[in-house]
């Protein structure tokens, strides 16, 4: 392709990502996904561990892959959900809330960095512009007839 398409930017650049908060993750014994999951659990009063996949954007079997991972770490543990019997919370253990500090002072070093070398008007431009996506997209507005008009 002649000219760098919106789509590979996105995808480029979140790839690049997700490898930095790898290799950081890597010498805290961990993975992305994992400290991903752990900022995405309650830590006070834990999470219903159908509203987690939703939360998280990823599907069941991935999900129940690192949730089943994360306890054999001893990072979480499943209690019976107290409002519905069928239901489990996914609570964080000592260690797990521990891994979480971790995974958000890692995710608080990027963005101070990030915010640190672009001005606070480019990256209100970034946002707009993330969210005009997002809006496309939910609406279903990207591949229709006249996709230019929404």
């Known amino acids: 392709m002649k000219e760098i398409t919106i789509d590979y930017v996105l995808r480029a650049t979140w790839q690049a990502v997700a490898r930095m908060y790898n290799e950081e993750a890597k010498g805290f014994g961990s993975t992305m996904a994992v400290g991903f999951t ?61 891994k979480r500090m971790d995974s958000k002072d890692a995710v608080l070093n990027f963005n101070d960095t990030v915010r640190a070398n672009v001005t606070q008007e480019k990256l209100d431009c970034f946002f707009e512009v993330m969210e005009t996506i997002n809006t496309l997209i939910a609406k279903k507005s990207i591949f229709t007839k006249d996709s230019t008009t929404n």
């Open 38 to 98: 752990l900022l995405s659990i309650d830590p006070k009063i834990g999470t219903p561990s159908t509203a987690l996949g939703p939360k998280m954007g990823m599907e069941a079997t991935s999900l129940s892959r690192i949730l089943k991972s994360m306890e054999e770490k001893g990072l979480i543990e499943r209690k019976p959900n107290p409002d519905d019997g069928r239901g489990v919370l996914i609570h964080l253990t000592d260690f797990g809330l521990e």
